[in-house]
């Protein structure tokens, strides 16, 4: 992508010469597409998802995936000062040369970047702009459940599961009659009719389907705009996991990236409830990879790349149901060859904590809990189901098995907060810190490493908490100082999010499309990377929202009444959105929500979208289930 003389220049060449040990070059291929993850080389290389797509498009004989980044800020400007076209990395090709392009939205801080990916590829960053020749531009992932903010840039989106979503897409982009799939010839005409016929896949949302109407909150909502627009689009879901292709042979960097080492997803979805997580809604219900599979995934994995250590991934790790076995059988096939396995997941209790000490054979790492808030109140209110006497317990058992550095996780600026449940968060800590002095003997206590992250809650689309505002920046700033205060140990650290981004991406996660011109007009003014702190500019944000008529902290701390029809309505996540409205009810009260492989179904509405959810049991191990309406 940047000649030699330039890879020079920029920091870390690595991240622009492609070539890696793995890689996968098809030339011949009858469609090709650019998997683009719009943040550094460094992330995206991390990323499962990126990954998994990689191998499913290259497993067919007919068509190509390459990877595309966003370079760093230093390639950048060199790229602008000498006209060079963002590309591939696998065969150098212009991005606006590829027939697709894909784009991963993982985070709502990437949207300026998805605008710099756009731009340094040729193609211009309004999807109304485009013209007959450009690639069809196509995102999913997370931000993809409230597409509205990015709706102009975005020609469709994918919602939900990709593999099978993107499967289905190729076929349709090769059924398509030639004039339709030549891209140099294609008339603007032509372009539009081969979307239309794309947006025909189910879980596939097109923009362009539906017009704006004003809800009585003052938000733009958008509402078909002919008979044949669903008026919903309900995401793919993926019943079977051991059917979907999967990357034994993963790509090797040439140069250390966030997370360098194997990777293996054994589940997908959660059934705990925690009513600010998004994921674990829109990712419902639970569905698990075969053991046996697991393993020889992972053993090809380590031969295939050389990694030395092999992370477990899903929403809890210890939720597995097969979590001891698998386990078991991986400490006896990998222990002799030195290579590690972590479980980055862990549930606050003894459990987790024994499992981790199972895997840590190798080498021991830290470990990290994630309490959430400090008082009981505030965990019910979350509906995280935790009592301060688990993380003590849970903590001693580390404790006991040698563990001297611990890392808490923390929100605060949660709904229904008050300065007590903050002034928790501090006693919290402070009583793992005596558990320590009373429990370790003076060599392991020198060692001890309390690491604390607090971060403010974002209220997101598809949960319990849509409805309601972000705190205000007066109130985080207090709530910080509570939690500062509070913690004055040397071993001690506290580390705490930039209240400044959290209000922005507040703003644009439960945004319309009113957002989309003041993500522009940002960009425009220079704003790129804005989850770098380095790099994110309150000011340029500011401003962009004031030049479209918005008040960036009057939409992040918006407060939204239940019955009102939200932007991302048109999305159907699976889950009901009177069931979200029951677990703010029962929020406002403290009320639990257990479980559902526990307790039973409490009628989320999922099994209407999966048909049955098979893991939900009760206690005596029946499958008890809500009519599936």
Same mark, same amino acid.
């Given at each position: 992508?940047?000649?030699?003389?330039?890879?020079?220049?920029?920091?870390?060449?690595?991240?622009?010469?492609?070539?890696?040990?793995?890689?996968?070059?098809?030339?011949?291929?009858?469609?090709? #597409?650019?998997?683009?993850?719009?943040?550094?080389?460094?992330?995206?290389?991390?990323?499962?998802?990126?990954?998994?797509?990689?191998?499913?498009?290259?497993?067919?004989?007919?068509?190509?995936?390459?990877?595309?980044?966003?370079?760093?800020?230093?390639?950048?400007?060199?790229?602008?000062?000498?006209?060079?076209?963002?590309?591939?990395?696998?065969?150098?090709?212009?991005? =606006?040369?590829?027939?697709?392009?894909?784009?991963?939205?993982?985070?709502?801080?990437?949207?300026?970047?998805?605008?710099?990916?756009?731009?340094?590829?040729?193609?211009?960053?309004?999807?109304?702009?485009?013209?007959?020749?450009?690639?069809?531009? #196509?995102?999913?992932?997370?931000?993809?459940?409230?597409?509205?903010?990015?709706?102009?840039?975005?020609?469709?989106?994918?919602?939900?599961?990709?593999?099978?979503?993107?499967?289905?897409?190729? =076929?349709?982009?090769?059924?398509?009659?030639?004039?339709?799939?030549?891209?140099?010839?294609?008339?603007?005409?032509?372009?539009?009719?081969?979307?239309?016929?794309?947006?025909?896949?189910?879980?596939?949302?097109?923009?362009?389907?539906?017009?704006?109407?004003?809800?009585?909150?003052?938000?733009?909502?958008?509402?078909?705009?002919?008979?044949?627009?669903?008026?919903?689009?309900?995401?793919?879901?993926?019943?079977?996991?051991?059917?979907?292709?999967?990357?034994?042979?993963?790509?090797?960097?040439?140069?250390?990236?966030?997370?360098?080492?194997?990777?293996?997803?054994?589940?997908?979805?959660?059934?705990?409830?925690?009513?600010?997580?998004?994921?674990?809604?829109?990712?419902?219900?639970?569905?698990?990879?075969?053991?046996?599979?697991?393993?020889?995934?992972?053993?090809?994995?380590?031969?295939?790349?050389?990694?030395?250590?092999?992370?477990?991934?899903?929403?809890?790790?210890?939720?597995?149901?097969?979590?001891?076995?698998?386990?078991?059988?991986?400490?006896?096939?990998?222990?002799?060859?030195?290579?590690?396995?972590?479980?980055?997941?862990?549930?606050?209790?003894?459990?987790?904590?024994?499992?981790?000490?199972?895997?840590?054979?190798?080498?021991?790492?830290?470990?990290?809990?994630?309490?959430?808030?400090?008082?009981?109140?505030?965990? =019910?209110? #979350?509906?995280?189901?935790?009592?301060?006497?688990?993380?003590?317990?849970?903590?001693?058992?580390?404790?006991?098995?040698?563990?001297?550095?611990?890392?808490?996780?923390?929100?605060?600026?949660?709904?229904?907060?008050? &300065?007590?449940?903050?002034?928790?968060?501090?006693?919290?800590?402070?009583?793992?810190?005596?558990?320590?002095?009373?429990?370790?003997?003076?060599?392991?206590?020198?060692?001890?490493?309390?690491?604390?992250?607090?971060?403010?809650?974002?209220?997101?689309?598809?949960?319990?908490?849509?409805?309601?505002?972000?705190? &205000?920046?007066?109130?985080?700033?207090?709530?910080?100082?509570?939690?500062?205060?509070?913690?004055?140990?040397?071993?001690?650290?506290?580390?705490?999010?930039?209240?400044?981004?959290?209000?922005?991406?507040?703003?644009?996660?439960?945004?319309?499309?009113?957002?989309?011109?003041?993500?522009?007009?940002?960009?425009?003014?220079?704003?790129?990377?804005?989850?770098?702190?380095?790099?994110?500019?309150?000011?340029?944000?500011?401003?962009?929202?004031?030049?479209?008529?918005?008040?960036?902290?009057?939409?992040?701390?918006?407060? #939204?009444?239940?019955?009102?029809?939200?932007?991302?309505?048109?999305?159907?996540?699976?889950?009901?959105?009177?069931?979200?409205?029951?677990?703010?009810?029962?929020?406002?009260?403290?009320?639990?929500?257990?479980?559902?492989?526990?307790?039973?179904?409490?009628?989320?509405?999922?099994?209407?979208?999966?048909?049955?959810?098979?893991?939900?049991?009760?206690?005596?191990?029946?499958?008890?289930?809500?009519?599936?309406?």
């Amino acid at each position: 992508m940047l000649p030699e003389e330039l890879l020079q220049q920029v920091e870390r060449p690595a991240r622009y010469i492609g070539g890696e040990w793995n890689q996968i070059v098809k030339p011949d291929a009858d469609v090709r #597409i650019a998997l683009c993850y719009p943040d550094l080389y460094d992330i995206g290389m991390s990323h499962l998802g990126l990954r998994i797509l990689y191998e499913g498009v290259n497993q067919r004989p007919d068509a190509a995936a390459e990877r595309v980044f966003l370079p760093w800020t230093d390639a950048i400007a060199l790229m602008r000062e000498h006209g060079i076209v963002l590309t591939g990395l696998e065969s150098d090709t212009p991005l =606006d040369e590829f027939d697709l392009v894909g784009i991963t939205l993982q985070h709502e801080l990437t949207y300026t970047n998805i605008l710099a990916l756009l731009e340094l590829g040729r193609i211009p960053v309004l999807s109304a702009d485009r013209r007959g020749h450009h690639p069809l531009v #196509i995102a999913g992932g997370p931000c993809a459940f409230n597409p509205e903010p990015i709706a102009d840039f975005i020609d469709l989106f994918v919602i939900g599961d990709g593999e099978e979503a993107l499967d289905e897409l190729l =076929d349709r982009f090769l059924a398509l009659p030639e004039h339709l799939k030549d891209r140099p010839e294609r008339s603007d005409e032509m372009r539009r009719e081969a979307l239309a016929r794309l947006a025909e896949t189910p879980g596939v949302y097109m923009p362009a389907n539906y017009r704006l109407e004003q809800a009585d909150t003052g938000q733009m909502v958008p509402v078909p705009a002919a008979e044949d627009v669903p008026a919903q689009v309900t995401r793919r879901l993926s019943l079977d996991l051991d059917s979907l292709p999967y990357p034994v042979k993963p790509i090797v960097p040439f140069c250390e990236t966030v997370h360098d080492r194997a990777e293996v997803e054994i589940a997908r979805g959660c059934s705990r409830g925690c009513r600010f997580c998004q994921a674990g809604m829109v990712y419902r219900p639970v569905r698990e990879r075969d053991e046996s599979l697991l393993v020889d995934q992972i053993e090809q994995i380590a031969r295939n790349t050389g990694h030395d250590s092999v992370s477990l991934l899903s929403l809890n790790c210890p939720d597995y149901s097969e979590i001891e076995a698998l386990l078991s059988d991986l400490n006896e096939r990998l222990r002799e060859r030195r290579i590690s396995i972590g479980l980055p997941s862990l549930r606050v209790d003894t459990f987790s904590v024994a499992l981790a000490q199972s895997v840590q054979t190798v080498r021991k790492s830290g470990l990290t809990l994630a309490p959430e808030a400090g008082s009981q109140r505030m965990r =019910d209110i #979350i509906n995280k189901c935790v009592t301060e006497e688990d993380l003590l317990a849970t903590v001693g058992t580390a404790f006991d098995l040698g563990w001297t550095r611990l890392k808490l996780y923390f929100m605060i600026g949660l709904p229904m907060e008050t &300065d007590d449940d903050v002034r928790a968060i501090p006693d919290m800590v402070n009583a793992v810190l005596h558990m320590a002095r009373g429990q370790l003997n003076r060599s392991q206590f020198g060692r001890l490493k309390i690491g604390v992250s607090v971060n403010s809650f974002v209220p997101k689309p598809h949960t319990p908490f849509q409805w309601l505002g972000h705190a &205000d920046e007066e109130t985080l700033a207090a709530r910080r100082t509570i939690v500062a205060r509070g913690l004055r140990d040397r071993r001690i650290n506290v580390s705490f999010n930039n209240a400044h981004q959290s209000v922005l991406e507040a703003a644009l996660a439960r945004g319309d499309r009113r957002v989309g011109p003041a993500v522009l007009a940002a960009y425009r003014a220079g704003a790129i990377y804005d989850a770098w702190t380095e790099h994110f500019n309150l000011g340029l944000w500011s401003e962009a929202f004031d030049e479209v008529g918005l008040d960036m902290t009057a939409e992040a701390t918006r407060e #939204i009444p239940v019955d009102a029809h939200l932007p991302w309505d048109v999305i159907d996540s699976g889950v009901r959105k009177s069931y979200f409205a029951d677990e703010l009810e029962r929020a406002a009260s403290a009320a639990l929500t257990p479980d559902c492989r526990l307790a039973g179904c409490h009628g989320c509405g999922i099994n209407a979208l999966a048909g049955s959810c098979p893991l939900v049991q009760d206690s005596a191990g029946d499958v008890r289930e809500a009519p599936a309406t």
